[in-house]
């Protein structure tokens, strides 16, 4: 299993007319956790970019648990629960106070530049399963 954990001061605009953070919000901070569990493994998600492979948002699941609200500070821990290949899953879960607030998945498929789906260059597939093999 590969995790990390980042954290995140919540915004006026991500609020709605009831106060509470608007639900689509969830996500963008679920894509920053996804980058600090990528390159906390040692890969550069821009530099993959530029070499013409990308890891799109193919499906993506929120399970709504307690409302954050404006000045909360949440806690978004992410992890690769399963041995990642050509589709990556990843798991977030989000607090504040020690409190779930949500439950979120996303799920990711290596493709090149045209959009097609690939195997992932050898490289990065190495230093994937390298670290979840070591982190079990």
């Not at 009831?18 to 956790?33: I, Q, R, S």
């Not at 799920?107 to 093999?133: C, I, M």
Request: net charge neutral.
């Amino acid at each position: 299993m590969i995790k990390a954990k980042t954290s995140q001061k919540v915004r006026f605009a991500e609020t709605d007319a009831m106060g509470v953070v608007y639900h689509a919000n969830y996500l963008p901070w679920c894509e920053c956790a996804r980058l600090a569990l990528i390159e906390g493994v040692g890969l550069d998600y821009a530099e993959m970019s530029a070499r013409g492979f990308h890891l799109p948002v193919v499906e993506a699941h929120v399970k709504y648990r307690r409302p954050a609200k404006f000045g909360d500070t949440v806690e978004i821990e992410s992890a690769i629960v399963e041995r990642p290949g050509v589709k990556i899953k990843i798991e977030y879960r989000i607090t504040a106070n020690s409190v779930l607030l949500a439950e979120a998945q996303t799920v990711h498929v290596f493709v090149n530049s045209e959009g097609l789906p690939v195997k992932p260059p050898r490289e990065y597939a190495d230093v994937l399963l390298k670290a979840f093999d070591e982190n079990p």
